[in-house]
């Protein structure tokens, strides 16, 4: 095993991308000596992205047949791209193909762990969200983790701020409408000009979000009622998800809006417009993100004895926050909230 705390990252799209900035960003804090990225395409357009990386501390690794095309482009690579795997402590994969891949990585004698993100299929490790099962994860025996997609994590989280008292779920079911962006900041394509529908083609949960969720709380030994829906809107700001709740006992509104005031997690918001807290996460967030974990606005509870309902805003960066989690988990299994801490500037009481 490679003894040097040395996290590597294949992939720099709309998640590789800013979580590589942020490893590299917060080294010292989350206890990381190196960080290194493999680049698979030498891209003009993708020049001053990869430089802006690598000026924040990062590494670029390419595969060896297309080291001079990188070079001719002006780039330094510091490793092969497999060179940097076996030097790797910790591997992310944030490529679609993560859950494929993890056939080459079974063999691999020098990292300790391996971390699939970006809402890749199932399949690749036990599913994971920070703050919601990691009492599940085991040293020496979770070699391989998968941080469950970004709406999950919404849905994981609303489960467990209101349909829990401590750790003891009093959840009857779930039932969630996920309106999701039609695509990221990043991203050119695959724009919808108007609401479109998608299927419930995961059966017993309707949409994957639902089955997500409660699959990560399957690994804390709970079966959850989660059923989700999902359609693309137009918009390229952000996710929102609108929850049912049933719950074995009663819940008025003011104690819904006390628990997100006093969830450590979530923030709150008097805001009613994703425009508004998008603005706010661009003026005061870290590179335009909250890491609040949830926005709930306030005006949009409502409970009628034991069931709520309610809306919520994603702040796109939850399954940062989880990869940089499994990351410190493997380095440093009983350090993980504590080194997280580094990001307590940028969460918020109050968006």
């Not at 330094?76 to 910790?90: C, G, H, I, M, N």
């Not at 691999?108 to 919601?132: C, D, Q, R, S, W």
């Not at 040293?139 to 994590?153: L, Y």
């Not at 994603?314 to 990001?343: C, D, G, H, K, M």
Request: net charge neutral; charged share 25%; aromatic share 10%.
């Amino acid at each position: 095993m490679a003894s040097n705390r040395i996290v590597h990252v294949i992939g720099t799209g709309n998640v590789g991308e800013p979580l590589i900035g942020l490893l590299a960003d917060f080294r010292e804090a989350f206890g990381i000596d190196e960080v290194t990225f493999t680049k698979r395409s030498p891209l003009a357009y993708e020049r001053a992205k990869v430089e802006s990386l690598v000026r924040r501390g990062a590494q670029l690794c390419v595969d060896r047949d297309v080291r001079e095309e990188f070079i001719r482009l002006g780039h330094s690579p510091t490793y092969d791209a497999q060179e940097a795997l076996d030097r790797a402590r910790v591997v992310i994969d944030c490529t679609p193909s993560a859950s494929r891949n993890k056939s080459q990585y079974l063999n691999m004698k020098g990292p300790a762990g391996f971390i699939a993100t970006g809402g890749v299929e199932l399949g690749f490790g036990k599913l994971y969200i920070n703050e919601i099962n990691d009492s599940s994860l085991v040293p020496g025996e979770d070699r391989f983790i998968q941080v469950a997609s970004g709406n999950a994590h919404s849905l994981a989280y609303i489960v467990k701020l209101f349909g829990f008292d401590g750790d003891t779920s009093r959840l009857g079911s779930g039932r969630f409408v996920c309106m999701r962006r039609t695509s990221d900041f990043s991203q050119e394509r695959n724009f919808v000009p108007s609401p479109k529908v998608l299927p419930h083609d995961v059966e017993g949960f309707g949409t994957r979000q639902a089955r997500e969720a409660a699959y990560v709380f399957k690994t804390m030994g709970l079966g959850l009622d989660l059923r989700s829906s999902a359609v693309q809107v137009p918009t390229q700001l952000m996710h929102t998800i609108w929850y049912s709740l049933e719950m074995d006992r009663p819940l008025s509104t003011e104690q819904a809006i006390e628990r997100a005031v006093e969830s450590r997690l979530v923030a709150y918001t008097d805001k009613q417009s994703a425009t508004l807290v998008f603005a706010f996460a661009r003026d005061h967030g870290y590179h335009g993100r909250l890491f609040s974990r949830l926005i709930i606005p306030t005006l949009g509870l409502s409970c009628r004895e034991s069931r709520l309902d309610g809306f919520c805003f994603e702040p796109q960066s939850n399954e940062l926050i989880s990869s940089v989690a499994a990351t410190i988990w493997f380095l440093y299994p009983n350090q993980v909230r504590q080194r997280l801490e580094a990001l307590a500037p940028f969460m918020f009481d109050e968006v």
